[in-house]
T-cell receptor
């Protein structure tokens, strides 16, 4: 079955550490996205990528980095510069361009906690 | 700037009854898309229903329907014959073309609890 796989489901980070969240899709979608979800704030866009080897900052990119070396993969690194990284992170993918208006497919998320 | 507002943080409904979730948005665009997503306790976002702004007819998907009022910038979701499995967070979302990219703006969500 086609879909998006996020791993790990739960992740714990110590102060000052970088951690990487994995996102893999087998839907043959060109576009991929990372969202952060906090209680009472909905979903906020961190980074997005329309094609391989290209990505753009979203609304809250500070303290995060991404790469898009393969169409199927869009990992997110939460760096030590992110002051409040504890949140739920959702990855999504879609058809590129106007096709995205049919909706995104979301992964099941990663819960990141700073300890 | 485009915004999406969901003014009901929490709602509850008895099983088999009907409930309406509210959503308003603000935009100067004429061509856009509106969505309702469901996030059950598993946390995976599931697309419930989609509406194209240029279509006057309200979208329906089985027990789910919308009341789209373009002039009022209102996009409410009606759930008929509520079921226990409808218990979830519901997010309203707006999408338009921003420099060739179609991105969402989400509301803050409404937590719906269906009571047995």
């Amino acid at each position: 079955d086609g879909g998006i796989t996020q791993s790990p489901k739960y992740l714990f980070r110590k102060e000052g550490q970088n951690v990487t969240l994995s996102c893999e899709q087998n839907l043959n979608h060109d576009a991929m996205y990372w969202y952060r979800q906090d209680p009472g704030q909905g979903l906020r866009l961190i980074y997005y990528s329309q094609i391989v080897n290209d990505f753009q900052k979203g609304d809250i990119a500070e303290g995060y980095s991404v790469s898009r070396e393969k169409k199927e993969s869009f990992p997110l690194t939460v760096t030590s510069a992110q002051k409040n990284p504890t949140a739920f992170y959702l990855c999504a993918s879609s058809i590129r361009g106007q096709g995205a208006n049919y909706g995104y497919t979301f992964g099941s998320g990663t819960r990141l906690t700073v300890v | 700037a485009q915004t999406v507002t969901q003014s009901q943080p929490e709602m509850s409904v008895q099983e088999a009854e009907t409930v309406t979730l509210s959503c308003t948005y603000d935009t100067s665009e004429n061509n856009y898309y509106l969505f309702w997503y469901k996030q059950p306790p598993s946390r995976q976002m599931i697309l419930v229903i989609r509406q194209e702004a240029y279509k006057q007819q309200n979208a329906t998907e089985n027990r789910f329907s919308v009341n789209f009022q373009k002039a009022a910038k209102s996009f409410s979701l009606k759930i008929s014959d509520s079921q226990l499995g409808d218990t979830a967070m519901y997010f309203c979302a707006f999408m338009t073309d921003t420099s060739g990219t179609y991105k969402y703006i989400f509301g803050t969500g409404t937590r719906l609890k269906v009571l047995a």
